[in-house]
């Protein structure tokens, strides 16, 4: 099992590079049935990431590009009248794949938003009152561009919230720069990659990770958490119940990947940021320069 | 540059001052007042406007001109009046540069102290709440001072009042063991504006001015039985020299002590004085028994403090109200209880020396000269017409309407002409009886004179001419006995209204206030703290509960907080663990309290590479423990583990 995940890692590792530690949470989120919000600026390995992800672990995978105009239609798919057998016949849309990458999901209206985040959700979609399955495991890796650039319309609070985790990637440094200036096209490389496990395979380890071992010790720290995002008056808000789950099961999965079969408050710290990050907001008043604000206020809490 | 502060944030600063700066204003002057204010107004506009901060060199002079102004105004920078001033002048100055937050701090702080200043003005309970509410304020605006979302009011005022709260037993307990002294901390200056109240003179009117006032003097209540208000004569200043116009008191009078002798059980009362800025306290009856203060009881039964009475205070005396005294007159005062000027009024003097040629005795002459007023159509008022320059004729046989000074001092005039020794004594009759709180409060418009004549073998007797004229002024009070249209209208009100009631009421909330916290002086406290413990009742002791209490306090907090979070600490894993953190601090490895086991274990490990083997060990365990499903063999193991840990100092380490 370790070895499945070591080489899946390894894999990734070599297509997008120099980023071992955001592969890392992408695969946590994931083994933590997470969907996983990746945030930054074009050009920087968005989209390679999650096609990776998607290829290396067996998944099918598709691709949506979100517009401005995207309807709910073009995502969901749409009965269409067959002239032959004189019936309407239901043609599934892209969201009908267990990985689907959400390109630049800031960019479509909010209904085609909440179209997919309905989904997310559910699990399902109703299209003309039928409720269709969707496949299982079922993932949406979104991207998103930073706020800043024109022509885009922010998730709302409570769709930001159904992303496990938003996760930047950031620059590449020095040398991995160097190196994909160097190397093959990343496209090349993804045509060549293989998967390294397969759907059965990937949701028994999901199952595995929500049996990791959380003590006692490991909730008083989590609730020390959550209550000092509720009592800080630094944060404009505090985190729900279902962010605190949230919290929990990230660091199971991060955990898992490090080979234990408990959980310990360094998992906790090491998923804080990409978990806490979209979900606090700062007090007016209160200037958060950096992206990390939230997860370096929590930081300071002590152990308990 | 940008104003730092929003305009909620500056609200939070400017309004808590101006409720501190406020009630000083009545002192100050008004230039000072209205500067403040249109700085205040100023500060809000620029922080509303984004306006820049004023020039440096304008702040400068505004600053400058302002400590002249101050110095102008008062002749000196110190001093509580000056200082407040000061404090008041240099708290805009300041708000014209606040930039930092930590300016809104040291402003907060210095609201504080005017806080507290504005009690050597005012002591009153009406103050004291008004107060409660701003220091409330203040201690929100210090928690806004700190905290974000300027807009929001409750998340300040909530803690700021737990805060306050929390002080309150400290408070309470401060205020009942710190000792107490004697004399006040600062020579105080009480306000300049006079009282009215008695004065050690008497001109025709000056009386029927108090009357006028709705001030308290003083608060009496009685130990014992139901006082009749007919024998309630509180005794002022004794005026013995008339100059044919004016009654003066003496500066001296001949010792020789007190001869007087009770009639009956003396009764005892305790009385709160308003301050008067006068040296007399009011006296009831012959005293018994006088307490241990700074005062001397004159043979004329005037009883005289050392100091001015400038702040409120409290007295018990046991006293007879049935009594006699000064049997024996020595010659000067038996010379100046007879002294008339030379010259004036000499229809009365001759009707007086009808009376002395008829040859009744003392006492008889005494009942013939208040007959006479009795008779006579002499008519109680408040508005009596202007006396000519024989004032004593006039009143006699003219006008012959007068109010309490004209009747005594023209009986004491009558008195002395026929060659009976007399004295006018002025003071306070009667009083409103609080029976809600069994006292009585005594104002300005009881204010009375009345008369004394020394007869041979009784010794000085109390004679109230008024009350010849105006029975009812004695037995019911001054209202029954002027006419109704002369009643003062405010008084009319509040006597008889359906307002009477709650007036009473918070005159009783006041007096206990006077009572219990303003009156809580060195001999009180004394007092209550014999009552709890005799050991308690000095000076040393006080002292020593009151570090004691403190450092208790204190430390009780203190450790309040630390079992609150070894509370959490009890799993012996974790109590294992902690031993260990120990023994690597010595080391110079301090775990931080945010910092993963495993985190630490490799920190500690880089650093003390010849111990990683074993830190890795505990912390393993320690962890399997904690956090994973270790059996419970593992503790043991872990115990022991660190039991062995045995570090030594590496050299050359850091």
Redesign the interface.
């Given at each position: 099992m370790k070895h499945e995940l070591a080489q899946a890692l390894s894999q990734i590792n070599r297509v997008v590079l120099g980023k071992e530690h955001q592969v890392r949470l992408c695969l946590a989120c994931l083994l933590a049935r997470g969907h996983l919000l990746i945030e930054d600026t074009p050009g920087v390995g968005k989209t390679t990431l999650a096609h990776t992800l998607a290829v290396t672990l067996g998944l099918q995978f598709h691709r949506i590009q979100f517009t401005s105009d995207l309807l709910p239609a073009d995502l969901l798919g749409a009965a269409i009248y067959d002239r032959e057998s004189g019936s309407f016949n239901f043609h599934p849309g892209p969201i009908f794949a267990q990985v689907i990458l959400a390109d630049e999901i800031n960019r479509a209206s909010p209904k085609s938003q909440s179209a997919l985040l309905e989904a997310m959700e559910e699990g399902q979609v109703t299209i003309e009152g039928e409720t269709r399955e969707l496949p299982h495991p079922f993932f949406v890796i979104a991207t998103q561009n930073p706020l800043e650039q024109a022509g885009v319309f922010p998730l709302p609070e409570s769709q930001l919230d159904r992303f496990l985790m938003r996760i930047r990637l950031g620059y590449p440094d020095h040398a991995a720069e160097r190196a994909l200036l160097r190397g093959e096209s990343r496209r090349d490389l993804l045509a060549q990659l293989a998967p390294v496990l397969d759907p059965a395979r990937f949701i028994a380890l999901q199952q595995t990770v929500q049996t990791l071992?959380v003590?006692e010790?490991?909730l008083?720290y989590v609730q020390a958490l959550i209550d000092a995002t509720r009592r800080d008056?630094?944060f404009a808000g505090g985190l729900s119940p279902r962010a605190g789950l949230a919290l929990l099961h990230a660091a199971q999965g991060w955990a898992f990947l490090d080979g234990?079969?408990?959980?310990?408050?360094?998992d906790i710290?090491a998923v804080l940021g990409p978990v806490v990050g979209h979900r606090l907001h700062?007090?007016?008043?209160?200037e958060a320069a950096e992206p990390d604000w939230a997860a370096q206020v929590l930081?300071?809490?002590?152990?308990? | 540059m940008r104003p730092s502060h929003?305009l909620p944030?500056l609200l939070w600063l400017v309004l808590p001052l101006a409720l501190v700066v406020a009630p000083h204003a009545t002192k100050l002057p008004l230039w000072l007042s209205l500067a403040w204010a249109a700085i205040a107004l100023w500060c809000l506009l620029r922080a509303a406007r984004r306006l820049p901060l004023p020039p440096r060199w304008l702040r400068m002079s505004i600053t400058v001109g302002g400590l002249a102004a101050v110095f102008a105004q008062f002749g000196t920078l110190v001093g509580p009046r000056a200082g407040v001033a000061l404090l008041v002048f240099l708290s805009a100055a300041k708000l014209l540069e606040t930039e930092a937050p930590r300016d809104r701090t040291g402003l907060v702080f210095v609201g504080y102290f005017l806080l507290v200043a504005h009690f050597l003005e005012d002591q009153s309970l009406l103050s004291a709440a008004y107060m409660l509410l701003a220091l409330l304020a203040l201690t929100a605006s210090l928690i806004a001072s700190q905290?974000?979302?300027?807009?929001a009011v409750w998340?300040k005022l909530r803690p700021a009042g737990l805060l306050l709260l929390q002080a309150l037993p400290l408070a309470l307990f401060l205020f009942i063991l710190f000792p107490r002294l004697s004399a006040p901390l600062w020579g105080l200056q009480q306000d300049d504006t006079a009282r009215t109240g008695l004065s050690g003179e008497m001109r025709p009117g000056d009386i029927s001015r108090l009357i006028q006032s709705d001030e308290i003097a003083f608060r009496a209540s009685f130990d014992s039985r139901a006082i009749d208000p007919r024998q309630l004569y509180w005794r002022g200043p004794v005026l013995w020299d008339y100059d044919g116009r004016t009654w003066r008191t003496v500066q001296r009078v001949p010792d020789g002590g007190i001869e007087g002798q009770g009639i009956g059980r003396p009764v005892s009362y305790s009385v709160i004085m308003e301050p008067h800025r006068q040296h007399w306290l009011f006296l009831l009856g012959l005293p018994a028994a006088l307490p241990d203060i700074e005062a001397d009881l004159r043979s004329d039964l005037v009883w005289l403090t050392h100091a001015p009475v400038l702040s409120r205070m409290q007295y018990q005396v046991s006293a007879w109200l049935d009594y006699r005294y000064g049997l024996e007159l020595d010659d000067a005062s038996w010379a100046r209880a007879l002294d008339l000027p030379d010259a004036g009024n000499p229809r009365a003097r001759a009707l007086a020396a009808t009376w002395a040629k008829q040859g009744l005795g003392d006492a008889a002459l005494v009942q013939q000269a208040l007959d006479h007023f009795r008779r006579e159509p002499f008519v109680y008022t408040l508005q009596p017409p202007r006396l000519g320059e024989q004032a004593v004729d006039d009143f006699l046989f003219n006008s012959r309407r007068g109010f309490c000074e004209h009747y005594a001092s023209v009986f004491v005039f009558l008195m002395r002409a026929s060659g009976i020794p007399a004295r006018v004594v002025t003071g306070y009759q009667g009083g409103e009886y609080n029976a809600v709180g069994n006292y009585w409060i005594v104002r300005s418009r009881d204010a009375h004179a009345w008369a004394e004549v020394w007869l041979k073998g009784e010794g000085w007797r109390r004679v109230d001419p008024t009350a010849a004229v105006a029975p009812s002024r004695v037995e019911l009070g001054l209202n029954a006995a002027l006419p109704v249209t002369e009643r003062p209208v405010a008084l009319l009100n509040v006597e008889t209204g359906w307002l009477a009631p709650m007036r009473l009421a918070w005159d009783l909330v006041n007096y206990r206030w006077n009572l219990w916290v303003l009156g809580y002086n060195d001999v009180r406290q004394r007092e209550f703290l014999s009552r709890l413990a005799p050991w308690l009742a000095n000076l040393n002791a006080m002292l020593w509960l009151l570090g004691l209490g403190s450092a208790l306090f204190i430390f009780g907090l203190a450790g309040f907080y630390l079992l609150r979070q070894t509370r959490?600490k009890q799993?012996p894993a974790?109590r294992l663990y902690a031993r260990f953190c120990r023994k690597l601090a010595r080391l110079g490895l301090e775990r931080r309290?945010?910092?993963?086991?495993?985190?630490f274990a490799r920190r500690a490990s880089s650093t003390r590479p010849d111990l990683a083997g074993a830190i890795d060990e505990i912390t393993q365990r320690y962890?399997?423990l904690?956090?994973?499903?270790a059996p419970a063999e593992t503790l043991a193991a872990l115990r022991q583990s660190i039991r062995r840990f045995r570090p030594l100092r590496a050299a050359g380490v850091a």
């Open positions: 071992h003590s010790a490991l008083d008056l630094r234990r079969d408990f959980v310990q408050p360094e710290q700062p007090s007016s008043g209160i930081m300071e809490i002590a152990i308990p | 929003s944030e905290m974000p979302q300027p807009k998340p959490i799993d974790s309290d945010n910092e993963g086991p495993a985190d962890v399997a904690r956090y994973g499903r």
